[in-house]
């Protein structure tokens, strides 16, 4: 191999080392985008949890006080 194509297969890594770059920085961006949203699904599963249970005891509790 000559020394120009050496310097224009390193050129050409360089160019795709850059978007290499950018595509990883994107899915850095999307994957802590989708781990804050999946966050807040979660604490939303926790609060209707705990209002299902909420009521579910309540219910229980006036039941049982009737009877």
């Known amino acids: 191999m000559t ?3 050496n ?3 390193i050129v050409f890594l360089e160019d795709d080392v850059k978007d290499l770059n950018g595509r990883v920085t ?3 961006a999307n994957m802590t ?3 804050a ?3 807040i699904i979660i604490r939303m599963g926790r609060a209707t949890l705990a209002i299902v249970a ?3 005891g309540l219910d ?3 039941e049982g ?3």
Do not use: Y
């Open 3 to 5: 020394v120009k194509e």
């Open 7 to 9: 310097l224009n297969r």
């Open 26 to 28: 994107t899915l850095e």
């Open 33 to 35: 985008d989708l781990l």
């Open 37 to 39: 949203r999946l966050d």
């Open 54 to 56: 909420a009521a579910l």
């Open 60 to 62: 229980v509790g006036i």
């Open 65 to 67: 006080g009737m009877f």
